[in-house]
């Protein structure tokens, strides 16, 4: 079982920046990738950026030199910058390694993000 445990989300100003962390545990080993996604009300779950083991990093379009994403053993964290109202999401954590041997896809249970204009 992998846990994963999310802080740094809150309510921000527009131009405003924000840290997301999260710390994965449990029995996962061989961590692949690590990233971020994010679901604003009444749209689908959409990535925001990816890291792997690595420190190969993908992006989204539309948070390209306002975001970065960074990890250090089983953390990664997601500094957001120049923070837009469009940016307002729940935020998930998302790991995926290996349990017990299988690839395993692990999601954090979210937190908010709420940008006002």
């Known amino acids: 079982q992998v846990q994963l445990v999310e802080s740094g989300g809150g309510l921000v100003q527009a131009g405003g920046s924000l840290r997301l962390s999260c710390a994965a545990s449990?029995?996962?080993?061989?961590?692949?990738?690590m990233g971020w996604y994010r679901q604003a009300p009444g749209k689908q779950r959409e990535l925001v950026a990816t890291?792997?083991?690595?420190?190969s990093t993908n992006y989204a379009d539309f948070v390209k030199g306002r975001f970065t994403i960074s990890s250090a053993k089983n953390t990664v964290s997601l500094q957001m910058n120049s923070l837009k109202p469009e940016d307002t999401a729940v935020y998930y954590c998302?790991?995926?390694?290996?349990?017990?041997?299988?690839?395993?896809?692990?999601w954090g249970p979210g937190t908010q993000v709420t940008v006002s204009s």
């Open positions: 449990g029995s996962i080993s061989s961590i692949n990738v």
């Open positions: 998302y790991v995926r390694g290996m349990v017990r041997l299988a690839r395993t896809d692990s």
């Open positions: 890291i792997t083991n690595g420190g």
